[in-house]
């Protein structure tokens, strides 16, 4: 008699991502895609209102109050996260202004929120991320790659992030994989609040400005960048680490 044999199937072990700044805009996109792959998804923000909104609609997510550019803050939100897969370093903000028009006190706040939040955060969660041979994806810019006129401080602190995320990669070549998307202008709650802040009264003008500025005529759209961010953190992209990728229409291609 022949002898069949069976095998115990193992179960798939949920992986976990977590979002900084994942209560709006693309970080919000960027959770509600890895969601839909089946990952176990961190939403963490300063707003902890929009944190739980976005948790709440997703299955086995959940919210983290964290302020990004507070050591203490990213220290205590690490010690409740048990383990942890993939890092989006997504939180930021942005500031118009040339070198003359910048305050001392808006160049550090910006370098605190964008650049000081990346090395808090990566370095909080990094024990947990090289145990699970895990992947972080920052969120830089354009701005880092290329100068733009009136945002000196931005584009300084966006080049931080690319050259942060290519020292990682040198550092850790086989314990993490380590990326950054550098998008163009997406139409999301960051852009709307530039425009309401420094062109009040003209967005019509402002927006379609804007779309022009895009070789493709567009603004981009926060759900195109959480599908790179997906890519990333697929086992297709096992092969790509120290990436600086762009998304923005053409913008730097010229």
């Not at 969601?35 to 929009?50: N, S």
């Not at 070198?99 to 006190?105: F, H, L, M, N, P």
């Amino acid at each position: 008699m022949a002898t069949v044999s069976t095998t115990t199937s193992q179960p798939t072990q949920v992986r976990t991502a977590l979002v900084t700044g994942g209560g709006s805009g693309i970080g919000e996109a960027i959770c509600r895609k890895l969601a839909e792959d089946g990952y176990r998804v961190i939403v963490a923000d300063l707003d902890l209102t929009a944190a739980e909104r976005v948790a709440g609609d997703l299955p086995g997510a959940s919210s983290l109050h964290v302020d990004v550019g507070s050591e203490d803050s990213v220290t205590q939100a690490a010690d409740r996260v048990p383990k942890l897969n993939i890092l989006i370093n997504n939180a930021g903000i942005g500031l118009v202004g040339s070198i003359a028009e910048t305050e001392a006190t808006d160049f550090e706040r910006i370098m605190r929120v964008n650049v000081n939040s990346v090395f808090y955060v990566t370095r909080s969660f990094l024990p947990k991320l090289l145990a699970a041979r895990g992947s972080i994806i920052n969120i830089a810019s354009v701005a880092g790659l290329v100068g733009i006129k009136r945002r000196f401080a931005y584009c300084a602190s966006k080049g931080a992030v690319v050259a942060m995320t290519r020292q990682l990669a040198v550092e850790y070549p086989r314990e993490l994989r380590v990326n950054c998307i550098c998008p163009g202008t997406i139409d999301s709650p960051f852009v709307a609040g530039y425009i309401a802040k420094y062109h009040a009264g003209e967005e019509v003008k402002i927006r379609a400005e804007l779309n022009d500025r895009q070789p493709v005529g567009r603004l981009g759209r926060p759900d195109e960048v959480a599908g790179l961010v997906r890519y990333l953190c697929s086992p297709d992209a096992d092969f790509m680490h120290g990436a600086a990728l762009t998304m923005d229409g053409g913008w730097t291609a010229a």
